[in-house]
Protein backbone atom coordinates (compact mmCIF):
# COMPACT_ATOMS: atom_id res chain seq x y z
CA UNK A 1 0.00 0.00 0.00
CA UNK A 2 3.06 2.81 1.07
CA UNK A 3 4.93 1.30 -2.42
CA UNK A 4 1.56 2.57 -4.37
CA UNK A 5 0.99 5.92 -2.84
CA UNK A 6 4.79 6.26 -3.76
CA UNK A 7 4.57 5.72 -7.20
CA UNK A 8 1.32 7.89 -7.18
CA UNK A 9 3.14 10.99 -5.43
CA UNK A 10 5.63 10.14 -7.75
CA UNK A 11 3.60 10.27 -11.06
CA UNK A 12 1.85 13.52 -9.53
CA UNK A 13 4.98 15.04 -9.19
CA UNK A 14 6.26 14.40 -12.28
CA UNK A 15 3.24 15.42 -14.11
CA UNK A 16 3.01 18.60 -12.27
CA UNK A 17 6.74 19.01 -13.19
CA UNK A 18 6.22 18.04 -16.73
CA UNK A 19 3.36 21.01 -16.80
CA UNK A 20 5.55 23.79 -15.88
CA UNK A 21 7.21 23.76 -18.58
CA UNK A 22 5.76 26.24 -21.79
CA UNK A 23 6.01 26.66 -25.23
CA UNK A 24 4.52 29.69 -26.69
CA UNK A 25 1.34 30.20 -28.92
CA UNK A 26 1.46 31.20 -32.37
CA UNK A 27 0.94 34.92 -31.65
CA UNK A 28 3.91 34.64 -29.68
CA UNK A 29 6.42 32.80 -31.98
CA UNK A 30 5.44 35.83 -34.52
CA UNK A 31 6.05 38.14 -31.07
CA UNK A 32 9.17 36.74 -30.89
CA UNK A 33 10.50 36.87 -34.51
CA UNK A 34 9.60 40.37 -34.31
CA UNK A 35 11.05 41.16 -31.09
CA UNK A 36 14.68 39.66 -32.96
CA UNK A 37 13.77 41.41 -35.87
CA UNK A 38 13.70 44.07 -33.50
CA UNK A 39 17.01 43.98 -32.26
CA UNK A 40 18.70 42.71 -35.63
CA UNK A 41 17.47 46.15 -37.48
CA UNK A 42 19.20 48.55 -35.28
CA UNK A 43 22.73 47.20 -34.65
CA UNK A 44 25.19 49.57 -34.71
CA UNK A 45 27.54 49.81 -36.31
CA UNK A 46 25.43 48.63 -39.44
CA UNK A 47 25.02 45.65 -40.79
CA UNK A 48 25.31 44.40 -44.77
CA UNK A 49 24.55 41.02 -44.65
CA UNK A 50 21.80 40.47 -41.58
CA UNK A 51 19.21 37.79 -43.17
CA UNK A 52 15.82 37.85 -41.40
CA UNK A 53 14.83 35.17 -38.70
CA UNK A 54 12.08 33.01 -39.09
CA UNK A 55 10.30 30.59 -36.58
CA UNK A 56 11.31 26.78 -36.11
CA UNK A 57 8.81 24.45 -34.65
CA UNK A 58 11.88 22.20 -34.80
CA UNK A 59 14.11 24.34 -32.76
CA UNK A 60 10.68 24.95 -30.49
CA UNK A 61 10.96 21.61 -29.43
CA UNK A 62 14.34 21.16 -29.07
CA UNK A 63 13.78 24.55 -26.44
CA UNK A 64 11.15 22.54 -24.44
CA UNK A 65 13.33 19.29 -24.32
CA UNK A 66 16.30 21.67 -22.87
CA UNK A 67 14.10 23.47 -20.29
CA UNK A 68 12.64 20.68 -19.02
CA UNK A 69 15.52 19.71 -17.29
CA UNK A 70 16.48 22.62 -15.71
CA UNK A 71 20.08 23.33 -16.45
CA UNK A 72 21.99 26.21 -17.78
CA UNK A 73 24.07 23.49 -18.38
CA UNK A 74 25.02 24.22 -22.87
CA UNK A 75 24.34 20.42 -24.54
CA UNK A 76 27.35 18.62 -25.58
CA UNK A 77 26.09 18.21 -29.87
CA UNK A 78 28.84 15.03 -29.69
CA UNK A 79 27.08 13.21 -26.78
CA UNK A 80 23.31 14.60 -27.73
CA UNK A 81 23.29 14.59 -31.46
CA UNK A 82 20.20 16.45 -31.59
CA UNK A 83 21.23 19.34 -31.07
CA UNK A 84 24.17 19.06 -33.54
CA UNK A 85 24.43 22.15 -35.50
CA UNK A 86 22.16 24.13 -33.52
CA UNK A 87 22.89 26.79 -30.81
CA UNK A 88 21.08 27.41 -27.31
CA UNK A 89 20.59 30.91 -25.01
CA UNK A 90 19.41 30.87 -21.81
CA UNK A 91 18.14 33.57 -19.59
CA UNK A 92 16.84 33.47 -15.76
CA UNK A 93 14.23 35.04 -14.08
CA UNK A 94 13.53 35.44 -10.51
CA UNK A 95 10.21 36.13 -8.95
CA UNK A 96 7.88 36.68 -12.26
CA UNK A 97 6.77 35.01 -15.10
CA UNK A 98 7.29 37.26 -18.00
CA UNK A 99 5.71 36.87 -21.62
CA UNK A 100 8.53 35.62 -24.09
CA UNK A 101 8.84 38.66 -26.09
CA UNK A 102 9.62 40.26 -22.95
CA UNK A 103 12.31 38.20 -22.00
CA UNK A 104 13.72 37.74 -25.70
CA UNK A 105 13.68 41.50 -25.98
CA UNK A 106 16.31 42.02 -23.09
CA UNK A 107 18.79 40.23 -25.37
CA UNK A 108 19.41 43.49 -27.03
CA UNK A 109 20.16 45.16 -23.42
CA UNK A 110 24.02 43.63 -24.15
CA UNK A 111 24.24 45.93 -27.31
CA UNK A 112 26.28 48.20 -25.16
CA UNK A 113 28.32 45.50 -23.73
CA UNK A 114 29.35 44.31 -27.13
CA UNK A 115 32.33 45.78 -28.96
CA UNK A 116 31.89 45.85 -32.57
CA UNK A 117 35.41 46.95 -33.80
CA UNK A 118 37.32 44.84 -31.10
CA UNK A 119 34.83 41.95 -31.30
CA UNK A 120 34.91 41.64 -27.61
CA UNK A 121 32.50 41.49 -25.20
CA UNK A 122 32.53 43.70 -21.70
CA UNK A 123 31.77 40.67 -19.54
CA UNK A 124 28.76 37.82 -21.02
CA UNK A 125 27.28 39.32 -24.20
CA UNK A 126 26.86 35.97 -25.89
CA UNK A 127 23.33 36.12 -25.92
CA UNK A 128 23.01 39.16 -27.95
CA UNK A 129 25.87 38.10 -30.68
CA UNK A 130 23.85 35.01 -31.29
CA UNK A 131 20.95 37.38 -31.65
CA UNK A 132 22.48 39.49 -34.31
CA UNK A 133 24.25 36.71 -35.60
CA UNK A 134 23.69 37.56 -39.21
CA UNK A 135 23.86 34.25 -41.05
CA UNK A 136 21.16 32.98 -38.10
CA UNK A 137 17.96 32.90 -39.75
CA UNK A 138 15.82 30.30 -37.81
CA UNK A 139 14.98 30.26 -33.88
CA UNK A 140 12.66 28.37 -31.25
CA UNK A 141 12.05 29.37 -27.96
CA UNK A 142 10.24 27.52 -24.45
CA UNK A 143 10.78 28.15 -20.83
CA UNK A 144 10.22 26.42 -17.50
CA UNK A 145 9.42 26.98 -13.64
CA UNK A 146 13.14 25.65 -12.37
CA UNK A 147 12.78 26.69 -8.90
CA UNK A 148 15.80 25.85 -6.79
CA UNK A 149 18.14 26.57 -10.25
CA UNK A 150 19.79 29.28 -7.99
CA UNK A 151 21.73 28.65 -5.52
CA UNK A 152 20.08 29.92 -2.09
CA UNK A 153 17.08 31.57 -4.12
CA UNK A 154 13.42 31.06 -2.66
CA UNK A 155 11.33 32.50 -4.97
CA UNK A 156 10.16 31.09 -8.12
CA UNK A 157 12.81 30.73 -10.80
CA UNK A 158 12.07 30.56 -14.36
CA UNK A 159 14.31 29.26 -17.70
CA UNK A 160 13.99 30.80 -21.69
CA UNK A 161 16.06 28.80 -23.80
CA UNK A 162 15.84 30.09 -27.21
CA UNK A 163 17.69 27.56 -30.07
CA UNK A 164 18.97 28.99 -33.16
CA UNK A 165 19.67 27.66 -36.57
CA UNK A 166 22.36 27.95 -37.99
CA UNK A 167 24.54 27.89 -35.06
CA UNK A 168 26.31 30.97 -34.02
CA UNK A 169 29.02 32.76 -31.78
CA UNK A 170 31.72 31.00 -33.74
CA UNK A 171 34.71 32.26 -32.23
CA UNK A 172 37.06 34.86 -33.26
CA UNK A 173 34.46 35.65 -35.77
CA UNK A 174 32.02 38.92 -36.13
CA UNK A 175 28.45 38.55 -35.63
CA UNK A 176 27.79 40.35 -38.97
CA UNK A 177 29.64 41.88 -41.64
CA UNK A 178 29.70 46.04 -41.08
CA UNK A 179 28.11 48.13 -44.13
CA UNK A 180 24.95 49.32 -45.85
CA UNK A 181 21.70 47.24 -45.00
CA UNK A 182 21.38 44.80 -47.48
CA UNK A 183 23.95 45.53 -49.22
CA UNK A 184 25.51 41.83 -48.80
CA UNK A 185 22.57 39.58 -49.34
CA UNK A 186 22.82 36.18 -50.46
CA UNK A 187 21.79 35.74 -54.24
CA UNK A 188 18.80 34.27 -53.07
CA UNK A 189 17.74 37.45 -50.92
CA UNK A 190 15.87 39.60 -53.14
CA UNK A 191 14.16 42.02 -50.88
CA UNK A 192 15.56 44.49 -47.93
CA UNK A 193 12.69 44.49 -45.04
CA UNK A 194 14.00 46.12 -42.11
CA UNK A 195 17.42 46.47 -43.03
CA UNK A 196 17.46 42.20 -42.79
CA UNK A 197 18.04 40.29 -46.31
CA UNK A 198 14.27 38.87 -47.15
CA UNK A 199 13.73 36.15 -49.16
CA UNK A 200 9.88 37.60 -49.06
CA UNK A 201 8.59 41.05 -49.76
CA UNK A 202 7.35 42.55 -46.57
CA UNK A 203 3.71 42.26 -48.05
CA UNK A 204 3.65 38.61 -48.17
CA UNK A 205 5.37 38.40 -44.69
CA UNK A 206 2.64 40.79 -43.32
CA UNK A 207 -0.28 38.44 -45.23
CA UNK A 208 1.34 35.11 -43.63
CA UNK A 209 1.28 36.92 -40.36
CA UNK A 210 -2.58 37.83 -40.62
CA UNK A 211 -3.42 34.61 -41.63
CA UNK A 212 -1.88 32.38 -38.95
CA UNK A 213 -3.45 35.27 -36.57
CA UNK A 214 -7.18 34.63 -38.49
CA UNK A 215 -6.45 30.75 -38.40
CA UNK A 216 -5.98 31.64 -34.48
CA UNK A 217 -9.13 33.63 -34.41
CA UNK A 218 -11.24 30.74 -35.78
CA UNK A 219 -9.69 27.89 -34.14
CA UNK A 220 -10.56 30.06 -30.81
CA UNK A 221 -13.94 30.49 -32.00
CA UNK A 222 -15.13 27.00 -33.01
CA UNK A 223 -13.87 26.01 -29.84
Not at 64 to 84: A, E, H, I, W
Not at 110 to 122: G, L, W
Request: proline residues 5%; hydrophobic residues 35%; contains cysteine.
Amino acid sequence: MIHQLICILAFAWCASAAATTEIPNAQQRLAIVDAHTSIREVVNPPASNMQIMNYSMQLELLAKDFVGQCTQRKPNPNVQKQYRGFSVTTLVTVGGDYPFETMVSTFGDKAVFYDYDKNSCMGDCSVYTQAVWATTTEVGCAKSRCDGLLPNEARPTYLLACMYNPAGNTPNRRPYEMGEACSKCPAEYKYCQRRQCSKNSAASTLLSALTLIFSIVVIYSVA
